[in-house]
C-alpha cells in the first residue's frame, strides 16, 4: 500500500533558521510522483514542486530546497532563512504511476511557526 | 488569471437538503478531482475525472456523486448532506493526472 509518514507534527524556528521538513513515502511501483503543497492560514493549497521518480536531481528554488533520495525513500524539504511568511502547514504527496487515477496521497502535514 | 474556483466558500445546510459545489478552472485541464480534510484524517480524494464524461471514485465516494459535462466544471453534488459530510472540500484541476494539481480556495462545509 503507499503511504506518506511525515514524523514531524509541529516544528517551531526563530525568522532567518534553517529547517527541514522530513518525508518518508512507501510504495510499490517504480513511476511515482512526489510533490509538496503549502496549505498557509488562509487555507488555500498551493503547489510547490513535483518530482518523478527517475529524476533524484535535488532542486533549488530561491530559499527552497529539496532532497530527493530513492535509497531512502525520502523527499525533504528545507527552507532556508526562514521568514514568518513561511509559517503554514506543509504536505508532502505521493500519486502512484500505475494505477493512473491521479491520486494524491498526502502526508499528515507539518505545521512549521516561524517567529519574529 | 489561471484559477480554480469553487462555490461556495463557505455553506451552512440542514441534513437531507441537496446541495451542489460547484468547481470551474480556466486552464484547459483535462484532469479533475475533489478532495475532503479533515482533522486525524487529512486529505483524502472522493472523485475524480481524466476528461469530460469520464468520471471514477476516489477513496471516499459515499453520499457524492459528480459530473463533467464540460472540459473546465467539475460540480460536486451531496443529494442528502449528513453531518459526517461536514469538512473542507478542494477542487483540483491537473493537464495530465501524472502532473500537479492546482487546488482551488475550498468550500468550508457544515452539515448540521
Known amino acids: 500500500a503507499q503511504k506518506v509518514t511525515q514524523a514531524q507534527t509541529e516544528i517551531s524556528v526563530v525568522e532567518k533558521e534553517d529547517v527541514t521538513l522530513d518525508c518518508v513515502y512507501e510504495?510499490?511501483?517504480?513511476?511515482?510522483?512526489l510533490f509538496w503543497y503549502k496549505q498557509p492560514p488562509s487555507g488555500e493549497l498551493v503547489f510547490l514542486i513535483r518530482r518523478n521518480s527517475f529524476d533524484e536531481q535535488n532542486e533549488i528554488s530561491g530559499r527552497y530546497s529539496w532532497n530527493f533520495q530513492k535509497s531512502t525513500s525520502s523527499f525533504n524539504f528545507t527552507i532556508t532563512a526562514s521568514q514568518v511568511v513561511d509559517s503554514a502547514v506543509y504536505f508532502c504527496a505521493l500519486s502512484d504511476g500505475s494505477g493512473n487515477t491521479g491520486k494524491l496521497i498526502f502526508g499528515q502535514g507539518t505545521t512549521l511557526q516561524v517567529k519574529p | 488569471e489561471a484559477q480554480v474556483t469553487q462555490n461556495p466558500r463557505y455553506l451552512i445546510t440542514v441534513t437531507g437538503k441537496k446541495l451542489t459545489v460547484t468547481c470551474s478552472q480556466n486552464m484547459n485541464h483535462e484532469y479533475m478531482s475533489w478532495y475532503r480534510q479533515d482533522p486525524g484524517l487529512g486529505l483524502r480524494q472522493i472523485y475524480y475525472?481524466?476528461?469530460?464524461?469520464?468520471?471514477d471514485k476516489g477513496d471516499v465516494p459515499e453520499g457524492y456523486k459528480v459530473s463533467r459535462k464540460e472540459k473546465r466544471n467539475f460540480p460536486l453534488i451531496l443529494e442528502s448532506p449528513s453531518p459526517n459530510q461536514t469538512s473542507l472540500y478542494f477542487c483540483?484541476?491537473?493537464?495530465?493526472?501524472?502532473?500537479?494539481?492546482?487546488f482551488g480556495p475550498g468550500t468550508r462545509l457544515t452539515v448540521t
Open positions: 510504495t510499490r511501483d517504480t513511476t511515482y510522483y
Open positions: 475525472s481524466m476528461n469530460v464524461e469520464v468520471t
Open positions: 483540483a484541476s491537473s493537464l495530465s493526472y501524472s502532473l500537479e494539481q492546482y
